[in-house]
């Protein structure tokens, strides 16, 4: 892996059901992951911050796990709610300083 | 608490013409800062980030610059716009670069005709 990878691009769930997403990343020279969510009209808000393999964090319903060997995170969503529609960002902080953003995961809950 | 302003919210511009967006953070000094751009189908693309005053780190050659001539004041500039340069501007701050998130600004719309 050579850029930051987001799975899928889009994503449409019913109110109520669970739901996860992939970032994969480059594992060489990994300082950090950050995930984000961007909800329409709004500016990126700031999730979580992970630099541990086996970090796993959690915030009320959407929950994540880092593994830094393999080069990947998920993002899980339990019991999504219309609020929870947004596009999710995963950035990559590399050994350069520099936060290289997927393309995003693009989250629509269907009431 | 801490806040970023980012002005302003749209902008339409010629091709040609210059340039000025301007971001500043309340609340917090010595912030690291950033201007990203996300062109349509893309992702966020760091364009400059600023550890301090006169600090400006370039990721991409292009004809956009920054400048910070204030701790808390992030400028980015053209001196002529191009088509390619339309996209949707956004400014950031952090604490720390590696183990603190981001915080943005509401961005600006930029459309180049």
């Known amino acids: ?111 | 608490s801490q806040t970023i302003h980012q002005w302003p919210a749209t902008l339409v511009q010629p091709v040609g013409s210059p340039l000025s967006l301007e971001c500043t953070v309340e609340g917090t000094s010595n912030p690291n800062l950033y201007w990203y751009r996300q062109a349509a189908g893309r992702g966020l693309q760091l364009l400059f980030y600023s550890v301090g005053i006169g600090q400006i780190s370039s990721e991409v050659p292009q004809n956009l610059s920054a400048s910070r001539p204030q701790d808390r004041q992030f400028i980015l500039s053209s001196k002529k716009l191009l088509l390619s340069d339309s996209g949707f501007y956004l400014c950031a701050w952090s604490k720390d670069r590696a183990s603190q998130p981001q915080h943005f600004g509401d961005g600006t719309r930029l459309s180049i005709l």
């Open chain 1, 1 to 111: 892996i050579l850029n930051v990878e987001q799975s899928p691009q889009s994503l449409h769930v019913q109110e109520g059901d669970s739901t996860n997403f992939t970032c994969s990343f480059p594992s060489s020279n990994f300082y950090a992951l950050h995930w984000y969510r961007w909800e329409t009209a709004k500016s990126p808000e700031a999730l979580f911050v992970m630099t541990l393999n086996g970090d796993e964090k959690k915030k009320g319903r959407i929950s994540a796990t880092l593994n830094t060997k393999e080069g990947y995170s998920y993002l899980y969503i339990k019991g999504s709610q219309p609020e929870d529609s947004a596009t999710y960002l995963c950035a990559s902080l590399s050994g350069n300083e520099k936060l290289t953003f997927g393309t995003g995961t693009r989250l629509t809950i269907i009431p």
